[in-house]
């Protein structure tokens, strides 16, 4: 089966400009998780959904960066406009609701904004 | 505030010999953990995990040890490898219905031949 799967691998963009990554989750799992890993700050967790909803994002650090999961097989982070400051990795993380909760992680996205 | 956190940053160790990784926690609330490990330029892969009802859980090579007393966890990995040269990262849930998890820093394992 695939893991989770994100897009893209590699951003390079402009201070400015909006960015959109983008994760499909493993099938049937019904919790998605973005995180961000910089090597100041380590794994931190932005976001969550559940079944869709949105459950805690007092991880967002900002109002330039908004989330959404139309769907239980996709889901988008957004920034705008992006800045420097926020170059890091962004993964993507899925997992059933129901114990144990084990969380499978994607392949990230690099972003570097210029 | 609480975290999650690693004793020692890079931990080197012969090809063969038996890999011990510390994790300190200090959230009580916290119910489950999990460990992951991750190679260079890839997401973090889960090994093992361990609910805070247990003290002891074995995979393949790998055991998970839980002291709730001193609030500690570590990873054990028996007759290291090449490939298990990555960072290894312990991973908490603190319960009460939020299902985010909270890293530690990390340790770089590092294997010697």
């Known amino acids: 089966d695939a893991g989770v799967i994100q897009s893209p691998r590699h951003e390079v963009t402009e201070m400015g400009q909006e960015v959109t990554l983008r994760c499909k989750p493993i099938?049937?799992?019904?919790?998605l998780f973005w995180y961000r890993q910089t090597m100041m700050r380590g794994l931190e967790l932005l976001i969550y959904?559940?079944?869709?909803?949105?459950?805690?994002d007092s991880g967002m650090p900002e109002d330039r960066f908004s989330a959404k999961m139309p769907n239980a097989s996709f889901s988008t982070l957004k920034i705008q406009p992006s800045e420097p400051r926020d170059s890091a990795v962004y993964f993507c993380?899925?997992?059933?609701?129901?114990?144990?909760?084990?969380?499978?992680f994607g392949p990230g996205t690099r972003l570097l904004v210029l | 505030g609480e975290s999650v956190g690693l004793h020692l940053p890079t931990l080197s160790v012969q090809e063969g010999d038996n890999s011990i990784i510390n994790c300190a926690y200090s959230?009580?609330?916290?119910?489950?953990f999990i460990w992951y490990k991750q190679e260079s330029g890839k997401g973090p892969q889960f090994i093992i995990d361990?609910?805070?009802?247990?003290d002891k859980r074995q995979g393949q090579r790998v055991t998970v040890l839980l002291n709730k007393t001193v609030k500690h966890l570590s990873l054990q990995i028996a007759a290291t490898q090449p490939g298990d040269s990555a960072v290894y990262f312990c991973?908490?849930?603190?319960?009460?219905?939020?299902?985010?998890?909270?890293f530690g820093k990390g340790t770089h394992l590092i294997i010697q031949p």
């Open positions: 993380a899925s997992s059933l609701r129901r114990a144990p909760r084990a969380q499978y």
């Open positions: 959904f559940n079944n869709n909803v949105p459950i805690d």
């Open positions: 991973a908490e849930n603190s319960g009460g219905g939020a299902d985010g998890l909270t």
């Open positions: 959230n009580s609330a916290s119910d489950y």
């Open positions: 099938s049937g799992h019904n919790s």
């Open positions: 361990i609910r805070s009802n247990m």
